[in-house]
C-alpha cells in the first residue's frame, strides 16, 4: 500500500461523508451515522494498510499527520452530530476534510521508510495520534464558534456555548494527555522532559489559550461573543504550532521538532 493508493480510498471514503452530510440535512439521522461511519471505516482502511507497508506508523511527515487529521475530523463531526444532533456539523466536518485529502493528495510528501532513531520511541505514536485528535475537536469547537458568530443571526443560546464548551473541555484533556506523553518521549529521546524548543513553545501557548478560555467560561456573567473570539485566536494559536512552526526563522536549524521539512 503507497500513497497511489489513497486517491481511490479517500473518494470513496469522501462520497460516503457526503452523502452522510446530505443525509442529515434530510433529518435521516441513522443512515447520516451509517454513512459517514463506513466512510471513516475506508479510510482508516488504508492507514492500517499504509502502516503495515511503511513498516512503522504513519506519522513522520506533515502528509502524514494530515492524513489522521483527515479521519479524525469527520470522526469529531459525527461524535458532535450524534450527541446534539446538529445537522451542518457533518457538512463542515467533510469539507474540512476534503481540504487536507487535496492538500495531500497535491503534495504527499513521501520519504523512506526509516524512522531517525528519536522517532523509533514507543511513545512517538501515541503523542501524534492523541494530539491529532485533541486537534479535531479543537477544531470542531472553532468551526462552532464560526458558525455562531458569522452565519447565526440570534444570540447564541447557552446550550450552544455549551457544545463549544464540551469540546474545548475534551480536546484540552487530549492535548494534556498528549503534551505528557510528547514529555515522556522527549526524555527517552533527548534525555529531558522540556527544553524551551520553539515547537514547545507554542505547544504551551496553545495549551494556555484554551485554558483561558476554560476558566474565562466559568465565570457565569461570561457568555457572549468574546468567548467565541477567543476559540478563533486559540485555534489560529493551534495552527502555528502545528504547522506554521516550520516556517518560523526561530525554528530554522534549532528546532528538533521541524524534521518532517528536511
Known amino acids: 500500500m503507497t500513497w497511489t493508493h489513497f486517491p481511490y480510498f479517500a473518494i470513496v471514503a469522501v462520497l460516503l461523508w457526503m452523502a452522510g452530510a446530505w443525509l442529515a440535512w434530510k433529518d435521516r439521522r441513522k443512515q447520516a451515522v451509517a454513512m459517514t461511519s463506513t466512510g471513516l ?16 506508523p504513519p506519522l ?17 463531526g459525527l461524535l458532535v452530530y450524534g450527541r446534539w444532533k446538529y445537522k451542518w456539523i457533518l ?27 528519536a522517532l523509533q520511541s514507543p511513545w512517538f505514536a501515541p503523542h501524534v495520534i492523541v494530539y491529532m485528535f485533541a486537534y479535531a475537536l479543537l477544531g470542531a ?3 462552532m464558534a464560526f458558525y455562531l458568530l458569522f452565519f447565526k443571526k440570534q444570540q447564541p443560546t447557552k446550550e450552544e456555548f ?6 474545548v473541555n475534551v480536546g484540552l484533556a487530549f492535548m494534556t494527555v498528549g503534551m505528557l506523553f510528547g514529555a515522556l518521549w522527549a526524555k527517552e529521546a533527548w534525555g529531558h522532559y522540556w527544553s524551551w524548543d520553539p515547537k514547545e513553545t507554542w ?29 478563533l485566536v486559540a485555534f489560529v494559536l493551534l495552527q502555528v504550532c502545528w504547522w506554521g512552526i516550520n516556517y518560523l526563522p526561530s525554528a530554522q536549524g534549532s ?8
Open 255 to 262: 528546532s528538533v521538532h521541524t524534521y518532517s521539512t528536511s
Open 41 to 56: 471505516v475506508v479510510f482508516f482502511a488504508f492507514i492500517v494498510l499504509f502502516w503495515i507497508a511503511l513498516e512503522r
Open 203 to 231: 505547544a504551551a501557548i496553545t495549551w494556555f489559550a484554551y485554558l483561558v478560555y476554560v476558566h474565562y467560561r466559568r465565570i457565569s456573567s461570561h457568555h457572549g461573543k468574546v468567548a467565541l473570539w477567543m476559540l
Open 91 to 117: 457538512t463542515f466536518s467533510t469539507v474540512l476534510a476534503l481540504v487536507f485529502i487535496c492538500v495531500n493528495l497535491l503534495k504527499p510528501e513521501i520519504h523512506s521508510k526509516t524512522l531517525m532513531p
Open 60 to 76: 513522520r511527515t506533515m502528509g502524514e499527520t494530515r492524513l489522521w487529521y483527515s479521519f479524525f475530523l469527520p470522526l469529531s
Open 162 to 167: 455549551g457544545i463549544c464548551d464540551d469540546l
Open 141 to 143: 469547537s472553532a468551526v
